[in-house]
């Protein structure tokens, strides 16, 4: 009799998640030119670029964010993806933090804009990473015609994105940044200007198949699904990693592990230990982002990897860290579906007064109120072309959830 009532629970839940997900408004929208060149060594020496496009390019480009938290002030502080898609062709791009004030267009305000209002660049002057980075080498690649290391990247120890693969943001309480990366995957503690305070931490038997100098056949994690999101627990002393998707030789589920700030330390014996499971969708190939918006409650993003008219699942799901079922996975309940978000007002200037957010990559999420979430894409430049034109901008929506929470 239980399980009946309890199937009857589940059946009615996804019944009402199916309903709500269309029981979203966009809000505002802004852009920020997929072309914008900022302050720094030139960058793009080792892509292949798409025709027409000159590199490198004669200075830094702000574009592939993959996380975004509040910066207090009504700001946005962003961080940004390890550069071009691979460790080898990112070696001269600079890993950041970027403070933007977006204007979004909001009805009759707001002219969709993005300004970039300053940036703090990370680095390690300690040499707390425990390999070879961009900034200890002359040349950036070896065995070939040497392009020199810019002399400020390795003066200050800047990391790149062949050092490390930021994925996720959490701020301290005391004015420092918690990132998490896909590499290690690691935890990374910088300072509120970028410097790196200590060695990463790690979790006993979590190795990516990438991670520099280690054993391939130790690898547990596929290689770019390391710590994709970071959610931060009771009183801001846990810090929740997630990974973007299962383990190597396990499907369907993915690990939320726990770290203990003031301990230093995560709470788990290792990766097959973790502090909650995740059932992932069977459409989706990973989650995009993870943020908790109340000491147990959250929001996933679950997306497929399929761009512009491919793209078929790009969703948002609700969880609570304190619910699970009969398996002891997580209980989700959907409550956004990226793909379908009203839009009577035509904000983003489209013609059309239903929104969609086709990106093959979005991953970074920030809870607003109890009825809006802020969602800034990750435009993999030069190569994202989800609008239909190489290379896409990057976005940055509000969106009004009835029933976020």
């Known amino acids: 009799m239980m399980a009946g009532l309890r199937r009857a629970w589940l059946l ?8 709500s997900a269309t029981a979203a408004t966009l809000k505002g929208h802004s852009t920020l030119p997929a072309s914008l060149l900022v302050p720094g060594p030139d960058s793009g020496h080792f892509i292949d670029a798409p025709e027409g496009m000159e590199t490198p390019f004669g200075g ?26 691979t460790r080898d062709n990112s070696r001269d791009f600079l890993l950041r933090l970027y403070f933007l ?21 990370l680095s390690d002057p300690d040499r707390h990473m425990p390999y070879t980075i ?14 020199e290391v810019e002399r400020k990247i390795r003066s200050n120890r800047l990391l790149t994105g062949a050092d490390l693969d930021p994925e996720s943001l959490q701020p301290g309480r005391d004015g420092t940044f918690w990132i998490g990366d896909e590499l290690g995957p690691y935890l990374l503690h910088f300072s509120g200007d970028g410097v790196l305070l200590e060695p990463p931490f790690e979790l006993q038997g979590l190795v990516a198949e990438n991670r520099p100098g280690s ?59 973790p502090g909650y499971r995740y059932p992932l969708d069977p459409e989706a190939v990973g989650i995009g982002a993870f943020k908790l918006y109340s000491q147990s409650a959250g929001l996933v993003i679950e997306r497929d990897s399929k761009a512009g008219s491919e793209a078929r699942f790009k969703k948002i799901f609700r969880i609570d860290l304190e619910q699970t079922d009969e398996q002891r996975l997580l209980v989700k309940e959907e409550v956004l579906d990226l793909l379908n978000i009203d839009d009577p007002d035509d904000l983003d200037r489209d013609g059309n007064t239903t929104f969609s957010l086709p990106m093959a990559t ?15 894409t990750d435009n993999n430049f030069p190569f994202g072309s989800a609008r239909g034109k190489t290379p896409e901008d990057t976005e940055f929506i509000l969106v009004e959830v009835s029933n976020l929470w």
Do not use: H, W
């Open 60 to 85: 830094q480009v702000a574009q592939g964010f993959s996380a975004i938290v509040r910066d207090g002030r009504g700001g946005f502080i962003a961080l940004s993806d390890n550069g071009f898609g």
């Open 101 to 121: 004030n977006a204007n979004f267009r909001m009805t009759d305000t707001g002219l969709g804009n993005i300004d970039i209002e300053g940036f703090v660049s």
């Open 12 to 19: 009615s839940a996804a019944m009402l998640a199916a309903s």
């Open 134 to 147: 961009t900034a200890d080498r002359s040349c950036y690649r070896s065995g070939e015609a040497c392009v």
């Open 215 to 273: 054993d391939p056949a130790s690898a547990t994690v596929r290689r770019s699904r390391g710590f994709e999101g970071l959610g931060k627990g009771p009183f801001g002393e846990v810090l929740v990693p997630m990974l973007e998707g299962p383990l190597l030789g396990e499907e369907g589920i993915v690990n939320l592990y726990e770290f203990d700030i003031p301990a230093g330390r995560f709470r788990n014996a290792g990766a097959k230990t």
């Open 362 to 376: 979005i991953e970074a999420l920030a809870v607003i109120s109890r009825n809006q979430v802020a969602i800034l």
